[in-house]
Nanobody
Framework: QVQLVESGGGLVQAGGSLRLSCAAS????????MAWFRQAPGLARKFVAG????????EYTSTVKGRFAISRNDAENTLYLQMNSLTPYAPAVYYC??????????????????WGQGTQVTVSS
């Protein structure tokens, strides 16, 4: 299995930045596509950003494009999400996810087999 542990969440002022990290262990990290999802209270878990196993292809939901950046460091088995220009929003839990994918970059919740425990992000005004 792949074990995933997120860190870096917390409270930040509007306009500020956070960097989330996801440490992976178990199977070979560089064989997996990785993604970040987020879930606000009462809402469905939604795709935020994804990156292919080779690190060359990324995808973002339109609401974060230009402000967020996903990256991976395979030598450290770590996935990152840099979040800039944060705007006030209800607290949301961000989840790291992994999938062994042979097609295009997956953006569906059901396409990911491994998940972290989540880390909460709150943006205040």
């Amino acid at each position: 299995q792949v074990q995933l542990v997120e860190s870096g969440g917390g409270l930040v002022q509007a306009g500020g930045s956070l960097r989330l990290s996801c440490a992976a262990s178990g199977r070979t990290f560089n064989n997996y596509d990785m993604a970040w999802f987020r879930q606000a209270p009462g809402l469905a878990r939604k795709f935020v950003a994804g990156i292919r196993s080779n690190g060359q292809i990324t995808e973002y939901t339109s609401t974060v494009k230009g402000r967020f950046a996903i990256s991976r460091n395979d030598a450290e088995n770590t996935l990152y999400l840099q979040m800039n220009s944060l705007t006030p929003y209800a607290p949301a839990v961000y989840y790291c996810a992994a999938t062994r994918n042979f097609g295009g970059l997956a953006m569906g919740l059901s396409e990911y087999q491994y998940w972290g425990q989540g880390t909460q992000v709150t943006v205040s005004s």
